[in-house]
């Protein structure tokens, strides 16, 4: 089975920073297109980030755009979120899934299942 595992969360004042990584388990990224979801206590899970398998076409919420920065490094199988000057409302735990295709539409279209997150919080 297809797995992510989410790391980097943590707690975090305002105006601070976070680099969250996602790995794969049993498989390799390489050759998935990637995205960053997040839900918020009471809201539905929204989308963050996407990424394309060659890492040459990205897409943000309107809410993160200019903040959050996605990248991969397929030689580790890795793929990031910078997470720039956090807000409180960036509060919620991450998620990281292989989606559909980004660029194309907004949200991205998750597939697979998801993992446990990782928890951020902004709170001074």
């Known amino acids: 089975q297809l797995q992510l595992v989410e790391s980097g969360g943590g707690l975090v004042q305002p105006g601070g920073s976070l680099r969250l990584s996602c790995v794969a388990s049993?498989?390799?990224?390489?050759?998935?297109?990637i995205g960053w979801f997040r839900q918020a206590p009471g809201k539905e899970r929204e989308g963050v980030s996407c990424i394309s398998i060659s890492g040459g076409v990205t897409n943000y919420a309107d809410s993160v755009k200019g903040r959050f920065t996605i990248s991969r490094d397929n030689a580790k199988s890795t793929v990031f979120l910078q997470m720039n000057s956090l807000k409180p409302e960036d509060t919620a735990i991450y998620y990281c899934?292989?989606?559909?295709?980004?660029?194309?539409?907004?949200?991205?279209?998750?597939?697979?299942?998801w993992g446990q997150g990782t928890q951020v919080t902004v709170s001074s």
């Open positions: 899934a292989t989606v559909f295709a980004c660029g194309l539409s907004w949200p991205p279209r998750a597939l697979g299942s």
């Open positions: 049993g498989f390799t990224l390489d050759y998935y297109v």
